[in-house]
């Protein structure tokens, strides 16, 4: 069965960087794309970007993310990573990786999910 | 502010039927089928509808989705207690080359 399984809870200062793992399985991890999302505390679910599982992990990120998100896979360990740069406490929130449906148009597998908590 | 606009609550008695709306504009709903999730306090959100109206296997057919346009909506027929939930909508937005939710609609079952 497809499962992904995040790394677990983060703690930061603002200004530091955290980076997320998702390690995927059950599936072929080559070919498909891979989502990340965000819920912060009380607010609704937000997109941050896509990697292409092809052409070395192209990613493609919401123009709110570009510059400080750095989205990548590893495919000998089926991983994909998201990196953030810059924390801020408005980066506190709990952390998706998806998994996009072959039809391109919607999300069809979940991670657990990771807290990531900022502080000053 | 959501690209695509649901209002942030609902509410029903068991037994009865709700349907929850997601409005949007031309390039994202007008252009890619709606997808739409349930999202349990402390769970992952889980797919409910995906296509405007299909249904993955396992989602019970008391779910139903529908698209006219520029908005879509969800319904759930026959509430359950269990269905009390966050309900989000979803669709790639074409002009903004990504994906945007809704703001999610808070269904309680009284």
């Known amino acids: 069965q497809v499962q992904l399984m995040q790394s677990g809870a983060e703690v930061k200062k603002s200004g530091a960087s955290v980076k997320i793992s998702c390690r995927a399985s059950?599936?072929?991890?080559?070919?498909?794309?891979m989502h990340w999302v965000r819920q912060a505390p009380g607010q609704g679910l937000e997109w941050m970007g896509i990697?292409?599982?092809?052409?070395?992990?192209?990613?493609t990120y919401a123009e709110k993310f570009e510059g400080r998100v750095t989205m990548t896979r590893d495919t000998s360990t089926t991983t994909v990573y998201m990196q953030m740069t810059g924390l801020t406490s408005d980066d506190s929130a709990v952390y998706f990786c998806?998994?996009?449906?072959?039809?391109?148009?919607?999300?069809?597998?979940w991670g657990q999910g990771t807290l990531v908590s900022v502080s000053s | 502010q959501s690209v695509l606009a649901q209002p942030p609550s609902a509410s029903g008695t068991p037994g009865q039927r709700i349907t929850f709306s997601c409005s949007g504009t031309?390039?994202?709903?007008?252009?890619?089928?709606v997808s739409w999730y349930q999202h349990l306090p402390g769970a992952a959100p889980t797919l409910l509808i995906h296509?405007?109206?299909q249904r993955p296997s396992g989602v019970p057919d008391r779910f139903s989705g529908s698209k006219s346009v520029t908005s879509a909506s969800l319904a759930i027929s026959g509430l359950q207690s269990e269905d009390e939930a966050d309900y989000y909508c979803?669709?790639?937005?074409?002009?903004?080359?990504?994906?945007?939710f809704g703001g999610g609609t808070k269904l309680t079952v009284l």
């Open positions: 998806v998994r996009g449906s072959s039809g391109w148009y919607y999300f069809d597998y």
């Open positions: 059950g599936f072929t991890f080559t070919t498909y794309y």
């Open positions: 990697i292409s599982p092809y052409g070395g992990g192209v990613a």
């Open positions: 031309t390039s994202n709903i007008g252009s890619n089928p």
């Open positions: 296509s405007n109206d």
């Open positions: 979803a669709v790639r937005d074409d002009s903004l080359n990504g994906w945007v």
